[in-house]
Nanobody, 122 residues
Framework: QVQLVESGGGVVQAGGSLRLSCAAS????????MGWFRQAPGKEREIVAA????????YYVDSVKGRFTISRDNNNNTAYLQMNSLKPEDTAIYYC???????????????WGQGTQVTVSS
């Protein structure tokens, strides 16, 4: 079992920044990959970014490349998503999740957090 708790969401103006955190417990954090997903109203959930268990490999969806940075601190069992130059279209509920294989394959993510709301005003 893995417990994931996201934090750091909020309301920000376009062009602003937020840093999301995902605190993990229950399984050895360094043994699994981490991903950040988001779901906007009326849209399907999509992967935003992912990071390998070592942190050496990352993935970003095209729409956030150059603006978002995923990272992890295996000593503190926490993953992060630094979001800069936010746009109104980034508004969504953001979730973190874990997987043992397949950074980009949503169906392979097995444990999920409860989500944190990010709202970007224009």
């Amino acid at each position: 079992q893995v417990q994931l708790v996201e934090s750091g969401g909020g309301v920000v103006q376009a062009g602003g920044s937020l840093r999301l955190s995902c605190a993990a417990s229950g399984r050895t954090f360094s043994r699994y990959h981490m991903g950040w997903f988001r779901q906007a109203p009326g849209k399907e959930r999509e992967i935003v970014a992912a990071i390998s268990l070592s942190g050496r490999s990352t993935y970003y969806v095209d729409s956030v490349k150059g603006r978002f940075t995923i990272s992890r601190d295996n000593n503190n069992n926490t993953a992060y998503l630094q979001m800069n130059s936010l746009k109104p279209e980034d508004t969504a509920i953001y979730y973190c999740a874990t997987t043992l294989a397949g950074l980009q394959i949503e169906t392979l993510y097995d444990y999920w957090g409860q989500g944190t709301q990010v709202t970007v005003s224009s």
